[in-house]
């Protein structure tokens, strides 16, 4: 089997499995050592995404097919560039995001918080990187919402993203979180990445990105691999 040419992870900037505070994780998390595997050259040649599927519409998730007006809520901008090693960038890399609509609600079967859904939002969109590896989306402030991990539990308002390079072995699952949010030291999720990665985390308003009477932007730069990788969530 030929091995591939990839750097490692630092798995010292991502969460453990384990973090008691998050309390799913003291059920799912692996009680036995991992083993480790050398990636191979399928990992970087496996089957990947088709990108003519992606549809510049998908980037945009205040407006949906056959939606009746525009999503309720602070319209935004979320841009930044997802970079490799040394800060190259990766272009067509496939972004994905969803989220919970401006009051606190995922447009999902088993969320059963008592918040009005919008009809006109999903919560879900994609996109893909251009040659400066940058991405847009155009969407509204997710509301934060309760869960039920300890008394009085919010989530601070969030975005997960899922980050697919050009190949498996560049996959990144993880969430963004706003600027002066109080609610980001009380989060076990975000409390589960060690400390010195938790600000790579957390958008940064920009108001370059801000388009006046339309929408706030904010930037949020990914890094797949490397010195300055983005955590993932915890697993
Ligand atoms: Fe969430």
Avoid at 26 to 31: A, D, L
Avoid at 106 to 112: A, G, P, T
Avoid at 145 to 159: F, G, L, S
Avoid at 189 to 207: N, T
Wanted: proline share 11%.
């Amino acid at each position: 089997m030929s091995r591939a040419q990839v750097s490692k992870r630092d798995w010292r900037v991502h969460p453990p499995y384990l973090h008691e505070a998050y309390t799913s994780t003291v059920r799912r998390s692996p009680r036995l050592p991992l083993v480790p595997l050398e990636p191979s050259l399928s990992e970087l040649t496996g089957p990947a995404f088709g990108a003519d599927a992606v549809h510049p519409d998908d980037a945009d998730l205040t407006r949906i097919p056959g939606g009746t007006g525009e999503a309720i809520g602070q319209r935004i901008y979320v841009t930044g560039r997802v970079l490799e090693d040394e800060g190259r960038p990766v272009a067509n890399a496939l972004v994905e995001v969803w989220q919970a609509n401006a009051a606190g609600r995922y447009f999902h079967k088993v969320d059963c918080h008592d918040a009005p859904l919008d009809p006109n939002f999903t919560g879900g969109g994609r996109c893909l990187t251009d040659a400066r590896g940058e991405y847009r989306f155009t969407t509204i402030h997710p509301g934060a919402y309760p869960w039920t991990n300890h008394p009085n539990a919010w989530r601070p308002a969030h975005i997960h993203f899922s980050l697919f390079g050009s190949a498996f072995i560049s996959r990144l699952v993880t969430q963004m979180y706003f600027p002066g949010d109080p609610l980001l030291p009380l989060d076990p999720v975000l409390g589960g990445v060690p400390e010195p990665g938790r600000p790579l985390l957390v958008a940064r308003y920009d108001h370059e990105v801000t388009e006046p009477l339309k929408a706030l932007g904010y930037r949020f730069d990914i890094v797949l691999r490397g010195r300055n990788q983005t955590p993932m969530e915890p697993r």
